[in-house]
């Protein structure tokens, strides 16, 4: 049974749908994070090492740039209780990327030290499909 999928707001102009989604698993991990952290945001960088993973840090912790992509906002909990999150793409990462749509999940193993989840013994994963352009 497919787990259900929690879509980021669009943020990117003429565009009609979601650019990224979050699976259920991923949802359960930020809340936990949530908790221990505050609040959280995500960086997709086109880096070495972990480059290709979803970087979660404090929010404001990793300072986005003009060259950054906003590529969504989730919003974790139901009103009246917010958790807002956002997804934040480098601007070079995203050139290679424009085509696809990311979905976040959790996968068993250690991410980078960077990124929150690395002491919960997971990390997270980006899973990615084509899209059609606007």
């Given at each position: 049974?497919?787990?259900?999928?929690?879509?980021?707001s669009?943020?990117?102009?003429?565009?009609?749908?979601?650019?990224?989604?979050?699976?259920?698993?991923?949802?359960?991990?930020?809340?936990?994070l949530w908790?221990?952290?505050?609040?959280?945001?995500?960086?997709?960088s086109?880096?070495?090492?972990d480059g290709?993973?979803?970087?979660?840090?404090?929010?404001g912790?990793?300072?986005?740039?003009?060259q950054?992509?906003?590529l969504?906002?989730?919003?974790?909990?139901?009103?009246?209780?917010?958790?807002?999150?956002?997804?934040?793409?480098?601007?070079?990462?995203?050139?290679?990327?424009?085509?696809?749509?990311?979905t976040?999940?959790?996968?068993?193993?250690?991410?980078?030290?960077?990124?929150?989840?690395?002491?919960?013994?997971?990390?997270?994963?980006?899973?990615?499909?084509?899209?059609?352009s606007?």
């Open positions: 049974m497919a787990a259900a999928l929690l879509d980021a669009i943020t990117l102009p003429a565009e009609t749908e979601s650019r990224v989604a979050l699976t259920a698993a991923a949802v359960d991990l930020l809340l936990l908790q221990r952290h505050g609040p959280l945001m995500f960086h997709q086109g880096g070495c090492c290709s993973s979803p970087m979660c840090f404090p929010a912790e990793f300072l986005t740039g003009d950054d992509v906003l969504g906002r989730f919003e974790l909990a139901e009103p009246p209780v917010s958790k807002p999150l956002e997804f934040w793409m480098s601007g070079e990462q995203f050139k290679n990327w424009s085509h696809t749509h990311l976040v999940d959790v996968v068993p193993g250690r991410g980078s030290g960077f990124s929150v989840e690395a002491p919960e013994g997971v990390r997270f994963l980006i899973r990615s499909r084509l899209i059609d606007p």
